[in-house]
């Protein structure tokens, strides 16, 4: 560790700041909230005789917050030279997050920002003398109590204060697409061609940052995933299948991804209103075996999400690069799938 001592209240109007390049310190408003909430995380850097190295922006902010002191770490020995080092890395080789890295940092902040807004309403709301929380004694000018959800503006306040606390804009439409992007990628129970186009949209997105697009066409194949299943439901009626098959072929024969977004919009609000027609089904007999005929389900799902995967992949590719890991791994899930259907054969030829 290089020498240097830690100063925790260092008087800011001891810092000397001339010979500082950087003049547009850009909006200083999300910096001064983070400062509010979190305090300083990075101390600034001073030369001995009080010479500004790095922090110019935070700098600035605890001058608008009306601090008087900061934190600093003094370096030991520094030359003019390694001060003017020091000066150009701090202002121009900051290296930024990459758009998921935003993406996961915005939804700890958006946390951080509704539960502030919840405590700040719980802490107004059942002071003495507010009955605002009740309605009133005609109902009026309350939030609802305890049995409505809270009023909606803390939540988007709090969305729009984490973007602009992570990328300096509003942009919490664009980072909550990736939001969503992530999850569809992780999660199980998706179809397996609709989280391998989630997961190329997050790489595609990491290489050149456009979000809006690769979004709109995940959600068009989650979408046509949807239709496939509904229009294969046996349980629902002929017109509610025929339906969904005639609104997938819709959205195939767009030329372009905003116009298939679009209808597979209105193809989920149309299909989701004729489920909503639709009686219920006659209930079933009691069946006797349910817990076994759940198993064999959740197995088979378990195969249709993986079915074709000996297709997508190149054999050759795996039989050059895997390792003996990877290798054991697939030999053995062939050799034990292979025991398992030759015994459960046996069972079907007896049953």
């Not at 701090?90 to 902040?109: G, M, V, W």
């Not at 609000?269 to 004729?274: D, L, T």
């Not at 074709?308 to 050059?320: A, E, K, L, S, T």
Request: glycine content about 8%; aromatic content about 6%; some cysteine.
């Amino acid at each position: 560790m290089s020498e240097g001592r830690f100063v925790p209240d260092y008087p800011i109007s001891d810092i000397d700041q001339d010979g500082v390049y950087r003049h547009d310190l850009g909006d200083l408003g999300p910096l001064c909230e983070s400062m509010t909430s979190l305090g300083l995380l990075t101390p600034i850097v001073v030369t001995g005789d009080g010479a500004l190295l790095c922090g110019k922006r935070r700098l600035a902010a605890a001058k608008r917050l009306g601090w008087e002191s900061v934190p600093v770490w003094v370096p030991a020995k520094v030359s003019d030279t390694m001060r003017l080092a020091a000066l150009f890395d701090d202002e121009t080789l900051h290296k930024s997050l990459t758009p998921i890295e935003q993406a996961e940092l915005y939804a700890e902040y958006e946390a951080l920002y509704a539960q502030q807004s919840r405590l700040r309403m719980e802490a107004t709301q059942f002071r003495d003398g507010n009955t605002a929380w009740a309605g009133g004694a005609d109902g009026d000018g309350g939030d609802g109590g305890a049995d409505s959800a809270p009023p909606s503006p803390p939540a988007s306040k709090a969305r729009v204060k984490a973007a602009r606390a992570v990328t300096g804009t509003n942009s919490y439409e664009r980072l909550e697409q990736i939001r969503e992007l992530q999850r569809i990628a992780s999660d199980d129970g998706q179809n397996p061609w609709v989280r391998d186009d989630a997961s190329n949209a997050l790489a595609g997105i990491n290489e050149d940052g456009k979000v809006n697009g690769r979004w709109q066409y995940v959600k068009v194949q989650q979408q046509l995933a949807s239709l496939e299943d509904t229009a294969t439901d046996p349980d629902l009626p002929d017109e509610v299948r025929l339906a969904a098959v005639e609104a997938a072929s819709r959205i195939k024969a767009e030329e372009t991804v905003p116009a298939q977004f679009q209808a597979a919009k209105t193809a989920a609000g149309h299909i989701k209103e004729m489920k909503a027609a639709t009686p219920p089904p006659p209930a079933k007999p009691v069946d006797p075996h349910a817990t076994e005929h759940r198993q064999v389900r959740l197995l088979v799902d378990l195969l249709r999400r993986e079915h074709g995967w000996w297709d997508r992949n190149n054999p050759q590719v795996f039989g050059q690069f895997a390792d003996e890991e990877q290798w054991g791994l697939v030999a053995s899930y062939v050799q034990e799938a292979s025991r398992f259907v030759q015994t459960a054969s046996g069972w079907r030829t007896t049953s």
